[in-house]
């Protein structure tokens, strides 16, 4: 089975930090009006949320798997509530391979799979390098491909 | 290409004219002295408004044109974003034409094509004569038959009765053939599935629609309090004067007048939904009408159902009936009404479950139970609520009434062991030859049946909860609709070794039934 990059701990709690700083900053403009907080209160709670993002996220990366089995892509994921998910090859509908701005920032790149299901339609595979990712669509691709049996709904 | 009929865009350019002239008389009284206009453009604002609205909607009219051309349904829309859409015939799922008060008057039908892929319906044709509606539907409905003889189709029709000759059966068809009508509603049956099937909606339904009958509420409020003997006056100084015994017996006797008043509504919502249902089988094809005031009509084709589910509240399996829906990849988002689906509202159990065995073959089905550890589970799950809610009675009673009774809310704690018992007796997984099925639910029973061929992606969920005591959840993802009532089949808290052998026997028997039913096809 195959995990993510390991730059991808770093991408995940930086993405926390940011989201957590738009959570803190609404907190205080909100506060501004209402009550006032020392600023210190503020701070405290953009680090611990951050922390706790990159507590996450390390717990995430080491649970990430992911494995191109005979007729499925299987994949391994979920800190709390752990999920195995199959997704059986005729069922892919087609494959992205998509790079953020922040992704780029850390050379990094995922692949969006696509079914016709309705929960989960489409399952991303985060932290790939960019040649991987490239590597992995059009393997998925060619499977899809040769996979046709019938109709994919 | 066709237009719309033309008395529907009468109808658009009438409304538009309306629609003008209202607009216009508001900016006229509000935004002419605001923006400092003369006197004299109030009054010029109402027709120049209408004018433009309603050459709006003629030109919305004249642009829309509609066609199917051989296998695909064209449709050019739009004055200033121009759009035009082609979709094939193979991939249209249902057809559904649903008629207003004043289209039934002027004999005019809503018709709309659903697809599986897209947020929204694919193509409204709003409104086309009764006449044109069947023919568009007749053209569909033929598409789907004409495919099942072409060996290299890929649609996913069955393979059965494909050796007629196309222009025969098609023949056959425009004589309507073959139509064998399977349910309809008498009055009786109508009511009682009206009583039975509660709305959870209706109370909420109520609310909102309260302070438009203020008078006739005040009225029973006043009935109310002159029968537990106070001073008919609606105050809140006149329940200082009331002691606590009929304070609690104003309470219980209001709480049951609403009640009854949403069961009444519940009841009527349900009848103007389901008046004259008939369901009827057209060759490969479901199609049912139903409806009061609004009549609605759709076809199902039976090749692309994609679940079946079987549904059945206490009452109703108290008395041993069901409802059935069926699922197709159509229907996306969830605005649809709730009849959507439903092939039969209400009917005994066994004839539901021939019908269902008819659309997708399957036997008796032998569910099993999640391990007794389970129950264990939903038990300490139970009682974590009473004791939540036990607890938030004491503050509550502490703080503002200081009744002292609040130790009465322990008795929750006698009911965690039945109701842990009942959910986990309702909750199972059964493997048939073709299907798979799950269900779920004590007060609603969901029986969920889905054919191994139409499993998307399988998901093996574990909470934190379930891991402790080494179950998981088994989703299989199919690609019906995603509303409360669609969706996927989820066998529940499985022992875990069980759920990755069903994830392994899910898959494998994916591609040996698609390759099975291809061999079929291509036979």
Redesign the interface.
């Known amino acids: 089975m195959e995990s993510l990059h390991p730059r991808v701990r770093l991408l995940w709690t930086g993405r926390t930090a940011l989201s957590s700083l738009v959570l803190v900053g609404l907190v205080v403009v909100a506060d501004r009006f209402v009550l006032s907080l020392p600023v210190e209160l503020a701070v405290a709670g953009w680090v611990i949320l951050t922390a706790l993002g990159a507590v996450h996220a390390v717990f995430a990366h080491r649970i990430w798997r992911f494995e191109l089995q005979d007729?499925?892509l299987f994949l391994v994921r979920?800190v709390?509530?752990?999920?195995?998910?199959?997704?059986?090859y005729?069922?892919v509908q087609h494959v992205d391979t998509t790079r953020g701005p922040v992704e780029r920032t850390a050379g990094l790149a995922s692949v969006v799979i696509y079914?016709?299901?309705?929960?989960?339609?489409d399952?991303t595979i985060p932290g790939l390098r960019p040649e991987r990712a490239t590597e992995l669509r059009e393997r998925l691709r060619d499977l899809a491909g040769e996979?046709e049996?019938?109709?994919a709904? | 290409m066709r237009r719309l009929n033309p008395l529907s865009g009468a109808l658009r350019v009438g409304r538009g004219l309306l629609q003008g002239a209202f607009f216009g008389v508001i900016a006229g009284t509000t935004l002419a002295g605001f923006l400092g206009l003369p006197p004299a453009a109030a009054p010029l604002l109402v027709p120049a408004l209408a004018l433009v609205l309603g050459g709006f909607a003629l030109a919305r009219y004249y642009r829309f044109t509609y066609e199917i051309e051989g296998d695909t349904l064209r449709v050019e829309s739009g004055v200033i974003a121009r759009q035009s859409r082609e979709i094939p015939l193979g991939r249209i799922q249902n057809v559904d034409s649903r008629q207003g008060v004043v289209n039934r008057v002027l004999g005019l039908s809503v018709v709309a094509f659903e697809t599986?892929?897209g947020a929204t319906t694919e193509a409204t044709l709003d409104a086309v004569a009764e006449s044109e509606a069947d023919r568009l539907r007749r053209l569909v409905q033929r598409h789907g038959e004409f495919e099942e003889t072409e060996p290299a189709g890929?649609?996913?029709a069955d393979g059965a009765g494909a050796s007629a000759d196309p222009t025969a059966r098609a023949d056959e068809r425009s004589g309507r053939v073959d139509s064998e009508e399977l349910f309809n509603f008498t009055t009786r049956d109508l009511l009682t599935y009206a009583v039975v099937s509660v709305r959870p909606a209706a109370p909420a339904l109520l609310l909102v629609g309260l302070p438009l009958g203020i008078d006739a509420l005040l009225t029973v409020i006043r009935f109310n309090l002159g029968l537990v003997g106070a001073r008919p006056t609606v105050s809140l100084s006149v329940l200082d004067a009331l002691g606590p015994p009929r304070l609690v017996a104003l309470v219980v006797f209001t709480a049951l007048q609403f009640l009854l008043a949403a069961l009444v509504l519940s009841i009527v919502l349900t009848v103007i939904e389901y008046y004259d249902f008939r369901l009827v089988r057209e060759g490969d094809d479901l199609r049912y009408e139903r409806g009061l005031l609004r009549r609605y009509s759709g076809t199902i084709p039976l090749s692309?159902v994609q679940t079946v589910s079987i549904r059945e509240n206490a009452l109703m399996r108290r008395f041993g009936f069901a409802t059935l829906a069926v699922e197709t990849?159509g229907y996306s988002g969830g605005n649809r009404e709730s009849g959507q689906g439903v092939a039969i509202p209400m009917a005994p159990r066994p004839v539901v479950y021939d019908l269902a065995a008819d659309i997708e073959s399957f036997g008796d089905l032998d569910f099993e139970r999640a391990p007794t550890r389970a129950r264990r589970r939903y038990a300490a799950r139970f009682a974590i609520v009473a004791g939540v809610v036990t607890a938030v009675g004491y503050a509550v009673d502490t703080f503002l009434f200081g009744s002292g009774y609040w130790w009465l809310l322990l008795s929750l704690f006698l009911v965690v062991p039945p109701a842990a018992h009942l959910r986990w007796r309702h909750r199972g997984i059964a493997l048939d030859d073709d299907v798979l099925a799950t269900r779920t639910g004590f007060w609603r029973q969901t029986t969920r049946i889905v054919p191994y061929?139409r499993?998307?992606?399988?998901?093996?969920?574990?909470?934190?909860f379930q891991?402790r005591r080494d179950l998981a959840t088994v989703?299989a993802?199919?690609?019906?609709?995603?509303t409360i009532v669609?969706?996927?089949a989820r066998a529940y808290d499985v022992d875990d070794e069980r759920a990755?052998q069903l994830?392994e026997i899910l898959?494998e028997r994916?591609?040996s039934d698609?390759?099975a039913?291809?061999h079929d096809r291509d036979a």
């Open positions: 007729d499925a979920g709390v509530t752990r999920t195995d998910t199959s997704v059986p005729v069922r079914t016709a299901g309705s929960r989960g339609a399952i996979s049996a019938t109709d709904v | 599986a892929g890929e649609a996913d692309k990849a061929y499993v998307q992606t399988v998901f093996v969920g574990r909470s934190p891991r989703t993802d199919t690609a019906s609709t995603s669609g969706g996927s990755t994830r898959r994916l591609y698609l390759l039913r291809k």
